[in-house]
C-alpha cells in the first residue's frame, strides 16, 4: 500500500491508522533517509495506541523508548548510531516487547530478517511531501 503525506499530521494520521490493527509482538519497520518522518510516524503510533505522542523522542543516543499508558506498551528502538545489531543483543526479548509493539528505525542495520514485520518506507518528495510505503515481511 502507497500514501502520500503532505504534513506531519498526515503522517501521524496514518501511522494511527495502522496502529488501530496492532497486536501484541508486531514488529514495524521503520526506514528512510535523516528528515523524512520516522520519529513523527513513530509519535502517529503512540497517539493510536492510546499514548500521549508528545512523550515520543527520537531514542537515537539511548537506542530504546519504552512508552507505557496505551492499550499496548510501544518499545521505540533508533539503531541509526549501531554498524549492526541482533535484536538479542540489545537486550529486546528480556523487555519483554512480545506483550507490546516494537517499532525499529533503521532496520537495515539489523543482523536478521524479523519475518512477518510489517515495513513502513518513508521516502522524501519534497520539503513537505512524503511518499509512505506499506508492505508485510
Known amino acids: 500500500m502507497q500514501k502520500t503525506s503532505r504534513s506531519d499530521e498526515d503522517t501521524a494520521a496514518l501511522a494511527r491508522d495502522l496502529?488501530?490493527?496492532?497486536?501484541?509482538?508486531?514488529?514495524?519497520?521503520?526506514?528512510?533517509?535523516?528528515?523524512?518522518?520516522?520519529?513523527?510516524f513513530v509519535r502517529g503510533l503512540a497517539e493510536g495506541l492510546g499514548i500521549d505522542p508528545t512523550d515520543v523522542?527520537?531514542?537515537?543516543?539511548?537506542?530504546?523508548?519504552?512508552?507505557?499508558?496505551?492499550?499496548?506498551?510501544?518499545?521505540h528502538v533508533d539503531l541509526y548510531r549501531l554498524e549492526r545489531a541482533a535484536t538479542g543483543d540489545l537486550g529486546l526479548e528480556e523487555m519483554g516487547v512480545a506483550d507490546g509493539v516494537l517499532a525499529i528505525e533503521w532496520p537495515d542495520r539489523l543482523t536478521?530478517?524479523?519475518p512477518g514485520a510489517q515495513t513502513v518506507n518513508l521516502e522524501i518528495v519534497d520539503d513537505q511531501t512524503r511518499q509512505i510505503t506499506y508492505s508485510i515481511r
Open 19 to 40: 496502529a488501530s490493527r496492532l497486536k501484541p509482538g508486531d514488529v514495524v519497520l521503520l526506514s528512510g533517509n535523516l528528515g523524512a518522518g520516522k520519529t513523527a
Open 112 to 114: 536478521h530478517d524479523l
Open 57 to 75: 523522542s527520537s531514542p537515537t543516543f539511548t537506542i530504546v523508548h519504552e512508552y507505557r499508558g496505551g492499550r499496548l506498551t510501544l518499545y
